[in-house]
């Protein structure tokens, strides 16, 4: 069945229809894909502790929808592109044919090795479509993923096995990224030292980096994948799932602690991945749709596997960065493999616009139909430079807003249907329903108003639990408002009642598109042995979006503030990663606290904002003159 919306007047009918009628709306979606079994029940819900359950005893298995049920009519056509770091290298394609057999050989790899349905496996590897394969082979036979990004450090990938008590692990020897050359088996083996619950570790073939390989632990994927050959397994039927069955695990971070494990299930995120991938995007048959994302975030869940494989798309899978060999790098992948749907984030187009134009004049761009946007906001600079030198002012512009925790786009137009607004994600996808609200909760009502963003009802792709602890789900994103999902952001509903969405209004930073908590930095940083305390904030970054500002209490005296500003990024790229390495370290003497001892971060994100003029109401502060030290001393 079509579910494509095709204009905007149809848009707005369906959507009316979603409202008022959901559940007979999400049935009629659902019921374009495959089930074994169907469900009793559209949807049973609370939003109190929360329970909720969409698709009620309905059995499937995703990856039939993603493979199988597309063999018949689209065997022979690609499934996934692959474009390595190198482009001197060959690059691969595997037709659903072909990916077909290979997650069914490695789903009986992860079989032969002891895996089953239930248990947790984590991935960490480079951008290569054996990532795909190792994926969609979980969720095959009901093994449920954790994939952690490549640039995670040991210590936060233990974190994650160790939440998530994984029993085993795929990774790789290495990966390429630019000129660089990570470790990955070494960084996993580091991580390994802490995490007893891993059996065994399938290490495939990239780099041919030296490693270590343990003996009745490590094995080589290419041996494995020849033990199932040899032994006639090429087949493996899918396993049955229930729609409420976990899919995977995706770790984000939250305004405390540590990150949390975002728990999705097999039914509901299916269907939000497929009908939100084609009625935003609009993909059309035979069309390359190109997400730059890694398969580490949720974009790289959604939008490069599941999403796209669902509809039968043809999906292009970048393993190098949008600078190397040089900055025209996403515009010869354009070119070359007549990409018609890019989507990318604004910190790529605004680190590519430094470059000029000369990297784009010259490239074939006229496959392109339709651009998107996602992880931030983008800006309007970054908006116009997309539309005019990427779409030559032809393609329309979808910039989605959604979440880890939403599995899929919640606001954002759909391409050629929504009339775009530079920097706006402008309307709800059916069955989408914000509200805005203020401080205590009320609903903001009407048009031309900011407010807290929330979502009033249900939707297939939203998350279920975060792992292991059910309560912190509750608390973080359905306590703070009554009856409603917080989302953590702030946004604005225009005249037309259209969504700009502004930022976090939590203690979450989003440095390049990706996510960090301010309270891990600082747990990170206060691990270094001079430091005393640390406050971190956010401040606007050209490029990034966000820049990390850190301010340090050091103990004693340094010897040079340079040399340990370096030991304390070095700190945070252990406990974290690289991508959590602050932007820019201050010294200073105290932190503005409340008589109560509260920091007040207010003011720590003015004075890096550099409004060190407007700081506000400052007469609570238990020590005012600090506040002086500090913007004297600030970083610009
Ligand atoms: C931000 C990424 C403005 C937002 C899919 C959200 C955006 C956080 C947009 C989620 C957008 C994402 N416009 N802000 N189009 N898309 N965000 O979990 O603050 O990595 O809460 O999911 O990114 O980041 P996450």
């Known amino acids: 069945m079509d579910l494509s919306i095709k204009s905007f007047e149809d848009y707005q009918k369906v959507y009316q229809h979603s409202v008022e009628q959901p559940e007979q709306f999400w049935d009629t979606v659902a019921s374009s894909f495959v089930w074994k079994k169907k469900w009793n029940k559209v949807l049973d819900w609370n939003f109190k502790e929360p329970d909720i359950n969409w698709f009620v005893g309905g059995k499937l298995n995703i990856t039939e929808n993603c493979l199988d049920r597309h063999l018949a009519d689209k065997g022979d056509q690609p499934a996934l592109i692959w474009e390595p770091n ?26 032969n090795n002891g895996a089953k349905k239930g248990d947790r496996i984590c991935i960490y590897m480079p951008m290569v479509p054996e990532l795909a394969v190792a994926v969609l082979a979980c969720a095959r036979i009901g093994a449920i993923h954790s994939v952690v990004f490549g640039g995670f450090s040991a210590q936060s990938i233990a974190d994650r096995i160790q939440d998530a008590n994984c029993s085993m692990v795929i990774t790789a020897d290495g990966s390429y990224r630019g000129t660089k050359e990570v470790p990955l088996k070494n960084v996993m083996d580091d991580a390994l030292v802490q995490c007893p619950s891993v059996k065994r570790v399938i290490v495939l073939t990239r780099s041919r980096t030296p490693i270590s390989m343990i003996k009745g632990r490590d094995v080589w994927w290419e041996d494995e994948i020849k033990k199932v050959e040899t032994l006639g397994m090429l087949n493996c039927p899918a396993e049955e799932m229930d729609a409420e069955d976990p899919l995977f695990i995706l770790y984000t971070s939250g305004s405390t602690g540590k990150p949390k494990g975002v728990v999705h299930t097999c039914g509901g995120y299916m269907v939000y991945a497929g009908y939100s991938f084609q009625n935003v995007f609009q993909y059309q048959p035979e069309e390359v749709y190109f997400c730059t994302a890694d398969i580490g975030w949720i974009t790289g869940h959604t939008y490069i596997v599941y999403g796209p494989l669902a509809m039968g798309a043809t999906s292009l899978l970048f393993e190098g960065v949008p600078t190397w060999p040089d900055a025209g790098r996403f515009w010869d992948i354009v070119a070359e493999y007549k990409v018609n749907i890019l989507y990318t984030a604004p910190t790529a187009i605004r680190s590519l616009m430094q470059f000029g134009l000369d990297f784009v004049k010259d490239k074939d761009l006229s496959s392109l139909r339709v651009l998107g946007s996602v992880g931030e906001p983008i800006n309007e600079e970054a908006w116009n430079w997309y539309h005019e030198h990427i779409g030559k002012k032809n393609c329309p512009i979808v910039d989605t807003w959604w979440q880890t925790e939403t599995g899929g786009i919640l606001i954002s137009p759909l391409a050629n249907v929504t009339p775009v607004k530079p920097c706006f994600a402008t309307l709800p996808l059916p069955g989408i ?45 359905f306590a703070t408002y009554e009856n409603l999902y917080f989302t953590g952001d702030g946004c604005m509903r225009d005249e037309d009642g259209y969504y700009r969405i502004t930022g976090r209004v939590d203690d979450v930073i989003n440095v390049s598109g990706h996510r960090i908590g301010t309270a891990e930095v600082e747990n990170a940083i206060n691990m270094f042995s001079d430091v005393v305390e640390s406050a971190v904030v956010g401040y606007p970054h050209d490029i990034k979006g966000q820049g990390i500002y850190a301010y340090v209490i050091l103990s004693r005296e340094t010897d040079d503030d340079e040399l340990t500003r370096k030991d304390i990024s070095m700190t945070v790229s252990r406990i974290i990663g690289a991508i959590a390495k602050p932007d820019k370290i201050q010294f200073v003497s105290g932190l503005p606290k409340t008589r109560s001892g509260k920091i007040m971060r207010r003011i720590l994100r003015k004075i890096a904002e550099g409004e060190v003029n407007s700081l506000g109401d400052t007469s609570t502060l238990l020590d005012p003159a600090v506040v002086d030290e500090i913007k004297n001393g600030r970083l610009s």
């Open 86 to 111: 190198d482009p001197e290298e060959h690059h691969r394609a595997f037709t659903y044919k072909q990916l077909h057999q290979k997650v069914c050989l490695f789903a009986n790899v992860l079989k």
């Open 433 to 477: 329903q914000p509200i805005l609200v203020d401080e205590k909760g009320e609903e903001i009502i009407g048009n031309g108003v900011s407010g807290n963003l929330c979502i009033k009802f249900p939707w297939p792709g939203m998350l279920r639990t975060t792992y292991g602890d059910h309560e912190r789900c509750r608390v973080n994103y």
